[in-house]
């Protein structure tokens, strides 16, 4: 598919969008490039290579800029990225895709976007901010849940556990990968080695580095909450097992003497006289009542209750 850069984007045949002095964007497939692409006369060293993407990167040609997409599934970061190749030259860009991604984010633009001045730099702006469009209220998604299960984890609530806070943490990690690549290509463009852009129209490039940078500097920000709310769980945890143990160093100690008096009364010789006393068998219980209730009140004068 081709399009002319207009007020909007406007579909053309490819005859018009390679004779006419407009600049154009076009899509084809890996198969449709490895046919046309003489066709666009671009001076092409680095050979984009679509099944070989692994990150979102500009490499600078001598008359032509090449690189590849890779871009996270914000529905769901676990599913595998969608990813695409470029070319583009003061003429235009080619995006070379089999997954129908760069499709998507052009008909997005297409539906929503007008240009009084139109340009390449202006489209290239857009479709990069189509890309990060609702990262924004992602992120505070994020962070809007790493704040409950923090009070959760306050409030000793029995469902908390870490598993989610290291899901957070993951992805966030995969979303400060990609800003980490869209600065360096965003840099990369703004750099203008080839002078392909209007040194006007370098700001958008300049407009999106800083967004970009926004978005990095709130996924850190965010993967350090996270951090923070594991050592807040990991101490909750130590705080919980330390009062196990204080009630159990407690109970051992109140019943310590009890079963000293039982041992020592349980062996049974033949003269200890209080086997044969009346009152033996309730002193002992008295005994062993004020000796739980004096260890209780020793505690709890000291704090240990």
Known sequence: MYYLIEETLTRVHKEKAQTTDTQF???LT???WEKEQDSFAMGIDIEPDPSDIHSTKAEVNYDSLTGSFFIP?????????QKFAFALDEKGIVFID???AANEIIAEIRKTKKWPLPSLERFLYDFLEQI???DRDLLEHYDEELNKIELAIIQDKENVTPERVNEIRSVIRKLRIHYEQLLDFGQELEENENNFFKHDNLRYFRLFSNRIARLRDSTVAISDH???IRDIYKSHLDIKQNRIMTVLTIVTTVFMPLTL???WYGMNFKYMPELDSVWGYPIVILVSVLIVIGSLLFFKKKKWL
């Open 25 to 27: 964007v076009a899509v």
């Open 30 to 32: 890996s198969a449709e």
């Open 73 to 81: 599934n914000r529905q769901d970061l676990a599913r595998p990225c």
């Open 98 to 100: 089999d997954s129908g």
């Open 132 to 134: 990060v469009k609702y």
């Open 226 to 228: 996270a951090a923070q």
């Open 261 to 263: 008096i039982a041992g």
